[in-house]
């Protein structure tokens, strides 16, 4: 009776492991479809497809991350927001808030705007959301750095590499593949050709290219 017990509770686990995994299975295949739907251009599909990845319970950063790129191209800011949110106890903070501080933006929340721009900064991030970040506060208060000393140039040298699987680094760029190696170069110089940033004429020389190496797999993290 014991070995039957036995027999029959592995049984259970392996259909229970079975149909798990099925489900997995399927829901990765909704997550891909719905990156082809984004790419093409159909975000109504992409938007279907990934929060059906959601409903058969596949849970990664870069699903919620997708959908709210999709949230955000929809007009659907809250919905973006909350999704964005779910990002900040992760590595990738400093870019929810950015992503964050857009839709604020996009409401025309200044005030939450400004806060979620200057959590960017507080987020210990990369060289390019700093520089994103700090544009936008620039914009929404242009004598933010009015008492600082006035440099009539700048400039920003950052070659790095990494790894992602993310479908838009930020809303309006989408890189071509799911999960990826790369390695990425970033130039910018600024020169004030009279006046400062609060009044004045300025030149700007930006350059950023990002290479991705060969990838065959698609993984969902």
Request: aromatic content about 10%; glycine content about 6%; hydrophobic content about 40%.
């Given at each position: 009776?014991?070995?039957?017990?036995?027999?029959?509770?592995?049984?259970?686990?392996?259909?229970?492991?079975?149909?798990?995994?099925?489900?997995?299975?399927?829901?990765?295949?909704?997550?891909?479809?719905?990156?082809?739907?984004?790419?093409?251009?159909?975000?109504?599909?992409?938007?279907?497809?990934?929060?059906?990845?959601?409903?058969?319970?596949?849970?990664?950063?870069?699903?919620?991350?997708?959908?709210?790129?999709?949230?955000?191209?929809?007009?659907?800011?809250?919905?973006?927001?909350?999704?964005?949110?779910?990002?900040?106890?992760?590595?990738?903070?400093?870019?929810?808030?950015?992503?964050?501080?857009?839709?604020?933006?996009?409401?025309?929340?200044?005030?939450?705007?400004?806060?979620?721009?200057?959590?960017?900064?507080?987020?210990?991030?990369?060289?390019?959301?700093?520089?994103?970040?700090?544009?936008?506060?620039?914009?929404?208060?242009?004598?933010?750095?009015?008492?600082?000393?006035?440099?009539?140039?700048?400039?920003?040298?950052?070659?790095?590499?990494?790894?992602?699987?993310?479908?838009?680094?930020?809303?309006?760029?989408?890189?071509?593949?799911?999960d990826s190696g790369f390695v990425e170069t970033l130039a910018a110089a600024s020169y004030y050709l009279y006046g400062d940033s609060s009044a004045g004429l300025r030149s700007d020389i930006k350059f950023y290219s990002r290479q991705y190496l060969p990838s065959t797999r698609l993984?969902?993290?």
């Amino acid at each position: 009776m014991r070995r039957l017990l036995t027999i029959a509770l592995v049984l259970c686990l392996a259909l229970s492991t079975a149909h798990a995994q099925e489900h997995t299975t399927e829901a990765k295949t909704l997550f891909r479809a719905g990156i082809q739907a984004f790419n093409a251009g159909d975000l109504d599909e992409a938007r279907r497809l990934l929060e059906s990845a959601v409903s058969k319970g596949l849970s990664s950063r870069s699903l919620n991350y997708n959908l709210g790129v999709v949230y955000y191209k929809l007009g659907l800011y809250e919905e973006a927001e909350q999704t964005f949110r779910t990002l900040i106890p992760t590595r990738q903070k400093a870019l929810a808030y950015y992503n964050i501080g857009l839709t604020a933006l996009a409401r025309e929340n200044q005030d939450a705007a400004t806060q979620a721009f200057q959590n960017v900064l507080a987020s210990d991030p990369d060289d390019n959301l700093i520089s994103l970040a700090t544009r936008q506060l620039e914009r929404l208060d242009p004598t933010m750095h009015a008492a600082s000393p006035r440099k009539r140039w700048a400039g920003l040298v950052s070659i790095g590499g990494g790894y992602e699987d993310n479908v838009a680094l930020f809303p309006d760029t989408a890189p071509r593949k799911l999960d990826s190696g790369f390695v990425e170069t970033l130039a910018a110089a600024s020169y004030y050709l009279y006046g400062d940033s609060s009044a004045g004429l300025r030149s700007d020389i930006k350059f950023y290219s990002r290479q991705y190496l060969p990838s065959t797999r698609l993984t969902c993290r």
